[in-house]
């Protein structure tokens, strides 16, 4: 049991470039998010999706896309990376265990140049 | 005025102290509540979990919820070098299952 995955652990790219950020769960959760982490702001997060085929906003969409490919798999796109985009990348996931308790993936850590 | 508020320190303590870290917050709206652990470079795990007032004791940590003061608490007993981490508190309620999130108090404990 794996719990929650994410790919790449670290990336880098230069501004403009795109790229995707993948995250896989085990744990049969209906619900998966994507937040992001920077120094003295917390946890802030980008979009979440409550169930498969449905996904929202969250505090700070501007800049990224998301796909719900099915229960298992939530993938976050960058289509022009930017500076400000530079950031620790967390997955999460949460089901019926401990009431929609979310559950974090390792994170991905993503420098823009 | 964020919502849930956190001292993000760092708290440094010596190995063997009882530890207390606290939110605070403002939506009376929140019944459950969670504290993460999460170290360096690593994803937050859930540390403990609470629904509504009251205390909730796991091996070395407490987490104490007073609703009426809109306060929460998280104590550790016996304090280890490996509990440094930081330890973010979440809470949730009013008919949203989207968590919100204080910013996270660095804890070390040295020996």
């Known amino acids: 049991n794996a719990g929650v995955t994410q790919t790449p652990k670290f990336q880098v790219l230069k501004t403009g470039q795109s790229m995707t950020l993948q995250c896989a769960q085990d744990m049969n959760h209906n619900s998966m998010y994507w937040y992001r982490q920077d120094p003295g702001m917390g946890l802030r997060l980008i979009y979440y999706s409550a169930s498969e085929g449905t996904t929202d906003k969250g505090e700070v969409p501007n800049g990224y896309n998301v796909s719900r490919l099915n229960k298992r798999e939530f993938s976050l796109r960058l289509e022009s990376a930017a500076p400000s985009q530079t950031s620790v990348y967390f997955c999460?996931?949460?089901?019926?265990?401990?009431?929609?308790?979310?559950?974090f993936g390792p994170g991905t850590r993503l420098t823009v140049l | 005025q964020k919502e849930v508020e956190q001292d993000p320190g760092p708290l440094s303590v010596p190995e063997g102290a009882i530890v207390s870290l606290n939110c605070t917050y403002s939506?009376?709206?929140?019944?459950?509540f969670m504290w993460y652990r999460q170290y360096s470079r690593k994803g937050p795990e859930l540390l403990m979990y609470?629904?509504?007032?009251g205390n909730k004791e796991d091996g070395r940590f407490t987490a104490q919820v007073d609703k009426s003061s809109k306060y929460i608490s998280l104590f550790i007993r016996d304090s280890q070098p490996s509990d440094s981490a930081t330890y973010l508190c979440?809470?949730?309620?009013?008919?949203?299952?989207?968590?919100?999130f204080g910013r996270g108090t660095s804890l070390i404990v040295h020996p």
């Open positions: 979440a809470m949730r309620g009013g008919g949203s299952y989207i968590p919100t």
């Open positions: 939506n009376s709206a929140f019944q459950y």
């Open positions: 609470t629904y509504s007032s």
């Open positions: 999460a996931s949460s089901g019926e265990t401990h009431g929609d308790t979310q559950y």
